[in-house]
C-alpha cells in the first residue's frame, strides 16, 4: 500500500535512512527522537565500515550498505564522505584458535563474493610497514572504508526533511499497547506524543539503547540488551597515512585513521545497562589500556585527545531483530555494534519491509519470545 502515515522512532542512521527511504516512497513520516539527530549511539560510533561477513544475509546487506554510502558521498551536496580504506582483523602468533578461526572465516566470506585475501604476517607487513610484527595470520577486507557516523546521520536527516519527513527533535514518545479485546481487526498503532495520542499506519521502534524499554512498556518484550563500548581519539600522528584500519582479534581492540591521529576502541563491557543511567565518560582503565593496545598495533602510543562511551545493543544470537514485533509495529534493533556500517541497506529493507513485505527472514524478530535470558556477547570476537 502506498502512502501510509508512518512514524519513526528514532532519529539514529538507521531511522533518519528509513524515515528518508519511506518518504520517497511516497509516505507521510514523521521523525521522532527524544534528544536531536544522533545523540545515541550513531553519534558516538567509530565509523568503521566493511562488508566481511561469512552468511549470505549479512553480506548482502553490507555490500548494498558500501554501495550505497559511495552513491551519497559521489551525489554530494552534503557534508559528509565515506573514504575508502581496507580493514585487517589478524590473530597474534601464539594464539592458534584465533588464527584458526581467521583461516577457517575467510574461504566463507569469499564464497559469498567478498574481496577477501588471507595473509600471513610478512605480507601484512609488506603493505602496511607501520604495523607490529609478531603477526600470525591476517585476513584483509578490500571493500571496506570509514566515515563519520554523526555527519552522515546529520546529512541523511537534512536529506529526510527535504523529502518531507517532519523531524520532531526533543520529543519522546511511548507507544500504547496494542488493544487486546478480541477485535479481529489488528489495532492501529498509536503513539504517545506529549500530552496527545496519535495514530499511525506503521511505527517503527529504531530507539537504539531504548528499545527493548519502549517496546516492553507497550507489552511487546524483545530480548535486546544494551551494553557500553569505549573509544578514544589521539593526537596528530604520521602514523595515521600507514595503518589501514585494524581489528587485534588477540588484543581484542580495534583502531582506524581518524583525521590526524588514530581513533582506538575496545573496553565492551558485557553487563546490560540501564539505557537512562550509564557513564558517558570514558573510563580511567580503558585510557590505560588504550596507550596499551597503540603500542601493540604500531609499537609506539600517541597522547589520547579525546574518549567517550556509547551504548550498543545485544541479542541472544548476535543478528538483529528487523522486523513485525506486532502488525504494523516494526522493531529496528540488535546490531551488535554493526549498525553503522549496515545502516544505509538497513533503512532501505525498512521501507522494503513495509512496502512489498520483503523482510530479511533471518532477522525476524519473530524467532524470540521476548523473554529469553542471555549473555551480552561483544559484536567482533573471533574464535570464541
Ligand atoms: C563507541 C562506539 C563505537 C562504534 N563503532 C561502530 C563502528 O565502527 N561501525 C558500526 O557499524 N557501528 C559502530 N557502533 C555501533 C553503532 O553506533 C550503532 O549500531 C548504530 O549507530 C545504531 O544506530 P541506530 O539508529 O539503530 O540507533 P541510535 O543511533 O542509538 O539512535 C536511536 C535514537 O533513538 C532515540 N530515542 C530513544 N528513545 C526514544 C523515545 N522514546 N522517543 C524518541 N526517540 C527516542 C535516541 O535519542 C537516539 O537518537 C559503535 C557504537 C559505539 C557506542
Redesign the pocket.
Known sequence: MDGRRVAV???????ATAAHDLATRGDEVWL????TV????????????YDAFAEDVDAVVAERALARFRELDAEGGFDWSFTDHPYVWLAREGDGGRAEAIREQVPRMRAHGRRVDLLDGDALRAEFPALRADIEVAAVARDAGYAD?GSY?RAMADRAVDAGVRLREG????LAAPANDGAETAATPRLRVGGESRAFDTVVV?????TAR?LGDAGLPVPVKPYR???AVTAATPLADRVPQLYDATGGYYCRPREDGLLV?DGTEPIERDPDDWREAADGWFLDDCADHLRDAVGTAPAVERA?????TATPDGDPLLGERAPDVVV??G?Q???????PALGERIARGIHDGDWCRPFDPARFDGDESFDIVEGMLVGE
Open positions: 522512532v528514532g532519529a539514529g542512521a538507521v531511522g521522532f527522537d527524544a534528544g544522533a545523540s545515541g549511539a550513531s553519534g558516538r560510533a567509530a565509523g568503521v565500515c557516523p546521520t520529543t519522546p514518545v511511548a529504531a530507539a537504539g539503547a531504548h519502549l563500548v569505549q573509544a576502541g567517550w562511551a556509547g551504548l550498543c529496528a534493533a546490531w555494534g554493526h549498525g553503522f556500517m549496515r545502516a
